[in-house]
């Protein structure tokens, strides 16, 4: 992930405040408590661990999506198909959050009785980051896979038109130590979440993250937004993506690529599709002993030698850890556009959001 720089404009909030409010903003957005609450979790959960770019920079676009452009706010998410170890959920159109989390909880039951279960989704909507499905899996001592598709931000490879997500996964495994090992990434070199917290900031991106609209490199954040993603290890991240979007569309019937809409007009409401997947490790081997051995895996890399310019030698998850311990402790980090963002959703809304502006 990124370690987003610091701005004098940054605020800091209180992971509690947060929820309160951006649960509140769901709930006057026309969500019931329960649904509006986890929606909001979610995204807070993304702030805790620094994935700013799936936080409650969302709120905005999601409150727009719940009022004005055809997300169901009271969407349920049901089983349309159920064969053992595959199932198929429609979402309900209501925010992926929702339909996501519904069915990796079926998956990690299905699991639990037969070893591992894939649940594909359709008929939803943005998910957020994919770490919250996968780490389910690892509260319930098994791995966890979660992918979605993503509107299309990259070009194939050598090409200039956008027709390819950057269509992230996650994979999870529990340990007996105290970090998980959590691999979290999508096939872009960013995400256009991430470009979007350096134009808030006014800084400029890194030189390996996008090409503008002619695919040609590009430090300019807003000229990013406008133009492409680059993939990451050229041709296999734009080949990555792809598998990726297959596996979360094709399964369960889900739009695929521009079926889904584009970064210019928006996305279609419903169309989204996500896959979760579930492995019960004690089908397969003790548990004790995987989780022994994970955390064996991830000593070995603490234990080896870093190079000369290098302090730390860290697994996939790892940052997040820390950065999570950091925050709970001193209060989120966020982008101040992104407090006066929130505060003018909840002015519209009727929701008291006084409390973002502590000292």
């Known amino acids: 992930?990124?370690?987003?720089?610091?701005?004098?404009?940054?605020?800091?909030?209180?992971?509690?405040?947060?929820?309160?409010?951006?649960?509140?903003?769901?709930?006057?957005?026309?969500?019931?408590?329960?649904?509006?609450?986890?929606?909001?979790?979610?995204?807070?959960?993304?702030?805790r661990r620094g994935i700013h770019s799936h936080g409650v920079l969302r709120v905005p676009d999601y409150a727009t999506k719940l009022t004005d452009e055809g997300v169901d706010p009271?969407?349920?998410?049901?089983?349309?198909?159920?064969?053992?170890?595959?199932i198929v959920v429609d979402g309900g159109n209501t925010m992926g959050q929702i339909g996501g989390t519904f069915a990796m909880r079926y998956a990690i039951d299905r699991a639990g009785e037969i070893g591992l279960a894939l649940a594909a989704v359709r008929g939803s909507n943005h998910c957020g980051a994919m770490d919250w499905y996968s780490m389910m899996a690892v509260e319930a001592d098994m791995i966890g896979i979660a992918g979605?598709?993503?509107?299309?931000?990259?070009?194939?490879?050598?090409?200039?038109?956008?027709?390819?997500?950057?269509?992230?996964?996650?994979?999870?495994?529990?340990?007996?130590?105290?970090?998980?090992?959590?691999?979290?990434?999508?096939?872009?070199?960013?995400?256009h979440g991430k470009i979007r917290v350096y134009h808030q900031k006014g800084l400029d991106i890194p030189d390996n993250w996008a090409f503008d609209a002619e695919g040609r490199p590009t430090t300019d954040a807003a000229t990013a937004l406008a133009g492409l993603i680059q993939p990451i290890g050229g041709h296999k991240g734009v080949g990555l993506g792809m598998a990726v979007g297959i596996l979360s569309s094709l399964l369960s019937g889900a739009a695929y690529g521009n079926e889904?809409?584009?970064?210019?007009?928006?996305?279609?409401?419903?169309?989204?599709?996500?896959f979760f997947m579930a492995i019960n490790i004690a089908f397969f081997e003790d548990v004790d002993r995987f989780k022994s051995r994970i955390e064996t895996i991830i000593e070995q890399v603490h234990r080896s030698r870093p190079r000369a310019d290098v302090d730390r030698l860290l697994?996939?998850?790892?940052?997040?850890?820390?950065?999570?311990?950091?925050?709970?402790?001193?209060?989120?980090?966020?982008?101040?556009?992104?407090?006066?963002?929130?505060?003018?959703?909840?002015?519209?809304?009727?929701?008291?959001?006084?409390?973002?502006?502590?000292s």
């Open 148 to 191: 979605t598709n993503a509107l299309p931000t990259m070009a194939p490879y050598g090409g200039i038109d956008k027709i390819i997500g950057i269509n992230p996964l996650s994979i999870a495994a529990p340990s007996a130590g105290p970090l998980p090992f959590v691999l979290d990434f999508a096939f872009g070199a960013t995400a």
């Open 315 to 358: 697994v996939p998850g790892e940052i997040e850890t820390d950065i999570e311990r950091d925050y709970d402790r001193d209060g989120i980090l966020l982008a101040g556009e992104t407090v006066d963002d929130i505060a003018a959703v909840a002015e519209r809304l009727g929701v008291d959001a006084s409390s973002l502006f502590k």
């Open 260 to 274: 889904l809409g584009n970064m210019r007009g928006g996305a279609i409401a419903g169309r989204d599709g996500h």
């Open 74 to 86: 009271r969407g349920t998410p049901r089983v349309v198909s159920d064969r053992g170890a595959a």
């Open 1 to 47: 992930m990124a370690v987003y720089p610091k701005s004098e404009t940054d605020r800091r909030v209180a992971a509690d405040d947060l929820q309160r409010i951006v649960s509140g903003i769901f709930v006057a957005c026309g969500m019931d408590e329960t649904d509006g609450a986890l929606l909001a979790q979610t995204l807070v959960f993304s702030d």
